[in-house]
Nanobody, 123 residues
């Protein structure tokens, strides 16, 4: 079992930035592919970004490419999501996700979820 705890969400004006953090409680964190998903009100989960467990390769949804950056610190068992140039369309609950030795780019491949952190962007 892996517990994931997100933080860093909040209220931000359009054009602003936030950095989300997700801390895992597993010593073998470096063996987990990590991802961020988001869910806006009334909508399904949307893949945002992922980072693999080995070489740190990253992938992004087209809607966030060039604005968001995912990274990880295995020593701190933490994955980050830096979000720049935020717009109202980015308003959602953001969830951290993990999967053992694979990259969870679809919800059905996620093995563990965090509790979510709310991001609200106002114009």
């Amino acid at each position: 079992q892996v517990q994931l705890v997100e933080s860093g969400g909040g209220l931000v004006q359009a054009g602003g930035s936030l950095r989300l953090s997700c801390v895992a409680d597993k010593r073998s964190f470096s063996n987990y592919g990590m991802a961020w998903f988001r869910q806006a009100p009334g909508k399904e989960y949307q893949f945002v970004a992922s980072i693999d467990f080995s070489a740190g390769g990253t992938k992004y949804a087209d809607s966030v490419k060039g604005r968001f950056t995912i990274s990880r610190d295995n020593d701190r068992k933490t994955v980050f999501l830096r979000m720049d140039s935020l717009g109202p369309e980015d308003t959602a609950v953001y969830y951290c996700a993990a999967a053992w030795r694979r990259v969870p780019m679809r919800t059905e491949r996620v093995e563990y979820w965090g509790q979510g952190t709310q991001v609200t962007v106002f114009s």
